[in-house]
């Protein structure tokens, strides 16, 4: 059935293999792309749907109440899957109040543009809020996060995340706004902007520079594969119950000391070089301020309930991640000079 789908933030990591998904998959969905193309966002993401009658790009900040206003009486939305934030923890040390404006106040501004344009007539629609793990805070050695674990954020990035998810879940409750939220691990994959550790690690051994491990390495992480992010979304999207929230992650935890030797494995053997040699580059720097200990997410709920099951292997995903960023140099050329230069100076300076 033809349906129009808002998806924001598509331009960036995440939000660009969840438009490719849906171009792909739904001829019938006309899919507009939001994004304020940050330095996060990218329209080479997307080249290869660019041209796609069912698909159309519009340049606008969800912090601008106005222009989201605006947009919103220019279509008429079945669904919005909202994926734009400021994403990363370390911006987020630095620079709170970016973080503020785009998460909580764009996430606002969206729920009152949908809940204002289907006005009570929720039939059909849908608000779907993508999250993450990092609203239930820090684990100890035991346990694993589940859907009715507490909140307990800790960084000024997963503050604004569980502030936007109970603000999405007060429109539920007030105003029946037909929502569903997700909350999801550590993603890896294509596309990843190298601010997050395996694109960084992956681009620093390439240029034989040190890569920055934060205190001993012994954080724990449960990386999943991007597409089976996306895949979960497109589940949530088109099956859960109103109101509901999902967890998703990988069953795979690892240190990042061991994931960066399995790292330094690969790229050797990518780039020809001795076994070792990548390894060698592995530098301890100053930790990160309220650095999370681990994250393990249970997905039991969403495996049960929707039949979703990561595909990919660590390993093997691991692999297809460093053949396509070896492959795609230019993609990582455009991003790492100018802006992303001044960020990495700042961020690793003086660790
Ligand atoms: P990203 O930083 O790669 O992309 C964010 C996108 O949002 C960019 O394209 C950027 O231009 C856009 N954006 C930022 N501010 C905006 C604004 N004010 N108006 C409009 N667009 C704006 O992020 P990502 O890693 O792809 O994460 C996407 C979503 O998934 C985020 O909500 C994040 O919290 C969540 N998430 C990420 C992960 C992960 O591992 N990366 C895991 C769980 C959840
Ligand atoms: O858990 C989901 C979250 O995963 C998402 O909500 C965030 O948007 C996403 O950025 C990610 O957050 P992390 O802080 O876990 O990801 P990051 O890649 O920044 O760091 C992963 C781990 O590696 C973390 O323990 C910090 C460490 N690290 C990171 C960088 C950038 C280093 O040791 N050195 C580094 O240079």
Not at 291 to 305: G, P, T, V
Request: aromatic share 12%; glycine share 6%.
């Amino acid at each position: 059935m033809k349906k129009t789908i808002l998806i924001t933030g598509g331009a960036g990591f995440i939000g660009s293999h969840v438009v490719r998904l849906f171009v792909n998959s739904y001829p019938d969905y006309d899919i507009v792309n939001l994004d304020a193309l940050t330095y996060a966002g990218n329209l080479d993401n997307l080249t290869d749907v660019a041209d796609k009658p069912n698909y159309q790009f519009v340049k606008a900040d969800i912090t601008k109440e106005k222009s989201i206003a605006d947009l919103f009486t220019r279509y008429s939305f079945d669904g919005i899957i909202h994926l734009a934030a400021e994403s990363h923890v370390d911006r987020s040390i630095a620079d709170p109040l970016a973080f503020i404006r785009t998460n909580i106040i764009g996430t606002i501004n969206l729920l009152n543009a949908a809940k204002i344009q289907w006005n009570g007539n929720f039939e059909g629609k849908r608000f779907y809020h993508i999250s993450t793990d990092e609203v239930y805070g820090s684990l100890g050695k035991d346990g694993m996060f589940t859907e009715t674990t507490p909140y307990d954020p800790r960084s000024p990035y997963s503050s604004s995340k569980a502030s936007s998810d109970m603000l999405v879940r007060a429109y539920f409750h007030t105003y029946n706004l037909p929502v569903v939220i997700s909350n999801c691990s550590n993603n890896y994959g294509a596309n990843q902007f190298p601010e997050k550790l395996i694109p960084l690690a992956i681009n620093n051994i390439k240029n034989n520079k040190p890569i920055p491990i934060y205190g001993k390495g012994d954080n724990i992480r449960d990386w999943l594969w991007v597409d089976d992010h996306a895949r979960a979304i497109d589940l949530i999207y088109h099956q859960a119950k109103n109101g509901e929230t999902y967890n998703i992650g990988g069953i795979n935890e690892w240190t990042n000391i061991d994931l960066i030797h399995k790292l330094c494995e690969i790229m050797d053997e990518k780039l020809g070089r001795v076994k070792g040699e990548s390894a060698k580059l592995i530098t301890f720097v100053t930790d990160r301020a309220g650095h999370d200990m681990r994250y393990a997410i249970d997905s039991s709920k969403l495996q049960r309930e929707l039949g979703w099951t990561p595909s990919l292997q660590f390993e093997e995903g691991l692999e297809k991640t460093v053949d396509w960023y070896l492959a795609n140099e230019i993609w990582m050329e455009h991003i790492t000079s100018g802006e992303y230069l001044k960020y990495y100076e700042n961020q690793y300076a003086n660790r």
